[in-house]
């Protein structure tokens, strides 16, 4: 069984910058084509920002356009997890943490055709480790 990470706003607040806690934990948006890891090449693992979970690999990213990283598939099955979303009068997919909850973005099913899928994801929601 996973070992899920629970902890307080104060202690979320104390560890994340204001935009990181925004965005994962009250489901916020960065701005589209302002985050470091819209244009990543190299090699590497994002992780969770907030409990350090791998997330996705770089090797499934590529460029759809949109202003946010864009990935066909998360590491595993079981790096994420999937929620209806109604918020904003729209019908979306939000994708979070396993581990921790935390708010990524949102998937669709427009990606590229290995998967049909296009995870959304905010750059501020990850840290990457380079040559993982």
């Known amino acids: 069984m996973r070992k899920k990470i629970d902890k307080t706003d104060a202690e979320w607040r104390d560890q994340l910058t204001s935009e990181q806690y925004r965005v994962t934990r009250e489901k916020g948006t960065e701005r589209p084509f302002t985050g470091d890891y819209q244009v990543t090449d190299v090699h590497g693992i994002y992780h969770c920002i907030c409990c350090n979970a791998p997330l996705f690999e770089n090797e499934h990213k590529f460029d759809a356009g949109c202003g946010w990283p864009s990935f066909d598939r998360p590491l595993s099955s079981e790096s994420i997890e999937k929620h209806d979303d109604a918020s ?11 581990r921790c909850g935390a708010h990524l973005g949102h998937v669709f ?15 501020v929601a990850l840290n990457f480790h380079e040559g993982e």
Request: with cysteine.
């Open 88 to 98: 904003h009068g729209m019908t979306r997919t939000e994708v979070t943490c396993y």
């Open 109 to 123: 099913p427009d990606g590229p055709p290995a998967t049909g899928d296009r995870f959304c994801i905010n750059s």
